[in-house]
């Protein structure tokens, strides 16, 4: 195994349980070694600190995978962290619906993002797997190893009836972050097939937001869609508005939304389940640039219970049309604008541009959402960006809610990088 040794000035911030460690943190050059292999950190003394993989092309040349000198990477390593995973998945409820089943850093394994997916109607899952690192790509077998030991033993701890022989795998290496470490962007693929299972129109099961639901089902494209095919993080933020709905709902007319970027429905849906288990009509508008993502939306929303109106076209071009002061709720749920650190300036006044249409468009008394799912675009600078749409002499919002990932995206304070996802909800004056 190759040995590394980290300068002294930056020791702190390590010791402190930040996971990565930058090429000029080294006191040598790391190249030479091949991208992707485990190496051994130690001080400037050689004393141990840990083990990871490294990557002489990458700004980010160590990422962390044990400080315990006594752990050999291989497939019983993947397997206890599977375990862990797990364990803290089943405490917040999260196993009898999909999920995230590993979340990278924050299941303390950089690199690896596992979203799983409960098939509605049939005891069978699919792992939807991203590699976002030469390291955890030439780690494969040791986590795919891991991944099938932890499916049995959920089988043996009760913990799930699904078997591995009913479990399918989806490669999904199409993050862009893979240029960065110098291997390839892929498609998807998938690796581990179940018969008659059709990754492009599947149904799921996803938690509902509404108490005492069952969870709801989801019709979605793993193959063809965005990421995974859903966006797990943002179960908890509507959850978070469907409490705000609960006692503001009108009385003599449909519930009046509008869902931008909705993708494949799921804030609409959501809220679709919701009314009707209220016994309450719904005026359901789906915003979104993508033929597939509407077609799929729209179905999501009628099975249950929601007659959504489709609106095709660009959120930054096209909402003038929409009236204002209309919705009782408006959801900004838009994409990444901001990806790099040179986009930040643009990316900024992008989401100032939206929100302030969007803003619009919500009567008085509604409920406004703004998201942001760009991780350089923090929490305090999104902040000050709604700060800037949220007073004029005739209108004002009181933000009451603050959300943000959902519990199988677990944080970890020392590495402010893996949080990401921010959530706003206020109430327009």
């Given at each position: 195994?190759?040995s590394?040794r980290?300068?002294?000035s930056?020791?702190?911030?390590?010791?402190?349980?930040?996971?990565?460690?930058?090429?000029?943190?080294l006191?040598?050059?790391?190249?030479?070694?091949?991208?992707g292999?485990?190496?051994?950190?130690?001080d400037?003394?050689?004393?141990?600190?840990?083990?990871?993989?490294g990557?002489?092309?990458?700004l980010i040349?160590?990422?962390?995978?044990?400080?315990?000198?006594?752990?050999?990477?291989?497939?019983l390593?993947?397997?206890?962290?599977?375990?862990?995973?797990?364990?803290?998945?089943?405490r917040?409820?999260q196993?009898?619906?999909?999920?995230r089943?590993?979340?990278?850093?924050?299941d303390?394994?950089?690199?690896l993002?596992?979203?799983?997916?409960?098939?509605?109607?049939?005891?069978?899952?699919?792992f939807?797997?991203?590699?976002s690192?030469?390291?955890?790509?030439?780690?494969?077998?040791?986590?795919m190893?891991?991944?099938?030991d932890?499916?049995v033993y959920e089988?043996?701890?009760?913990?799930?009836k699904i078997?591995?022989?009913?479990?399918a795998i989806?490669?999904?290496?199409?993050?862009?972050?893979r240029?960065?470490?110098?291997?390839?962007?892929?498609?998807?693929?998938?690796?581990k097939?179940?018969?008659?299972?059709?990754?492009?129109?599947?149904?799921v099961?996803i938690e509902?937001?509404t108490?005492?639901?069952?969870?709801?089902?989801?019709?979605i494209n793993?193959?063809?869609?965005q990421?995974?095919g859903?966006?797990?993080?943002?179960?908890k933020?509507?959850?978070?508005?469907i409490?705000s709905?609960?006692?503001?709902?009108?009385?003599?007319?449909?519930l009046?939304?509008?869902?931008l970027?909705?993708?494949?429905g799921?804030?609409?849906?959501?809220i679709a389940?919701?009314a009707?288990?209220?016994?309450l009509?719904?005026?359901?508008?789906?915003?979104?640039?993508?033929?597939?993502?509407?077609?799929?939306?729209t179905?999501?929303?009628a099975?249950?219970?929601?007659?959504p109106?489709?609106?095709?076209?660009?959120?930054l071009?096209?909402?003038?049309h929409?009236?204002?002061?209309y919705?009782?709720?408006?959801?900004?749920?838009?994409?990444?604008?901001?990806k790099?650190?040179?986009?930040?300036?643009?990316?900024?006044q992008a989401?100032?541009?939206?929100?302030?249409e969007?803003r619009?468009?919500t009567r008085?008394?509604?409920?406004?959402?703004?998201?942001?799912?760009?991780?350089?675009?923090?929490?305090?600078?999104?902040?000050?960006t709604l700060?800037?749409?949220?007073?004029?002499?005739?209108?004002?919002?009181?933000?009451?809610?603050q959300?943000?990932?959902?519990p199988d995206?677990?944080?970890r304070?020392?590495?402010p990088?893996?949080?990401?996802?921010?959530?706003?909800?206020?109430?327009?004056?």
């Amino acid at each position: 195994m190759y040995s590394w040794r980290l300068r002294k000035s930056a020791e702190k911030r390590f010791r402190t349980g930040h996971p990565w460690i930058f090429s000029n943190e080294l006191t040598e050059s790391p190249k030479g070694l091949p991208p992707g292999e485990l190496v051994q950190l130690t001080d400037e003394t050689g004393a141990f600190l840990a083990t990871g993989y490294g990557n002489p092309n990458s700004l980010i040349a160590f990422r962390t995978l044990s400080i315990n000198r006594a752990d050999e990477i291989d497939s019983l390593f993947f397997f206890e962290r599977f375990k862990n995973s797990i364990e803290l998945r089943r405490r917040s409820g999260q196993l009898s619906a999909s999920h995230r089943f590993l979340f990278a850093e924050g299941d303390y394994l950089p690199g690896l993002i596992i979203d799983r997916y409960i098939v509605a109607q049939s005891r069978s899952q699919i792992f939807v797997v991203q590699s976002s690192t030469a390291g955890m790509d030439k780690l494969f077998d040791f986590w795919m190893k891991g991944l099938e030991d932890a499916v049995v033993y959920e089988n043996k701890q009760g913990l799930s009836k699904i078997k591995w022989s009913q479990t399918a795998i989806v490669l999904a290496n199409t993050s862009k972050s893979r240029a960065l470490e110098g291997v390839a962007i892929e498609n998807k693929k998938v690796i581990k097939a179940v018969e008659n299972m059709d990754l492009n129109q599947i149904e799921v099961l996803i938690e509902s937001a509404t108490p005492g639901l069952e969870p709801l089902i989801f019709t979605i494209n793993i193959l063809g869609g965005q990421k995974t095919g859903f966006f797990l993080d943002q179960r908890k933020n509507i959850k978070l508005l469907i409490q705000s709905l609960t006692n503001s709902l009108p009385k003599d007319r449909p519930l009046r939304v509008l869902d931008l970027c909705c993708y494949v429905g799921q804030w609409s849906t959501q809220i679709a389940a919701f009314a009707m288990a209220q016994d309450l009509k719904t005026e359901l508008h789906l915003f979104d640039a993508s033929d597939d993502a509407l077609q799929l939306a729209t179905k999501n929303v009628a099975r249950h219970g929601g007659n959504p109106a489709i609106v095709k076209g660009d959120v930054l071009k096209s909402l003038s049309h929409l009236p204002d002061r209309y919705f009782d709720v408006v959801i900004c749920d838009p994409p990444a604008f901001i990806k790099k650190k040179k986009d930040i300036p643009a990316g900024s006044q992008a989401y100032l541009k939206l929100n302030k249409e969007a803003r619009r468009k919500t009567r008085d008394s509604g409920l406004f959402v703004s998201c942001s799912c760009s991780g350089l675009f923090t929490m305090d600078e999104f902040k000050k960006t709604l700060a800037r749409i949220s007073f004029d002499k005739d209108h004002h919002i009181q933000w009451i809610e603050q959300g943000f990932h959902s519990p199988d995206h677990p944080q970890r304070l020392e590495f402010p990088e893996g949080t990401y996802l921010k959530c706003m909800i206020g109430l327009i004056r």
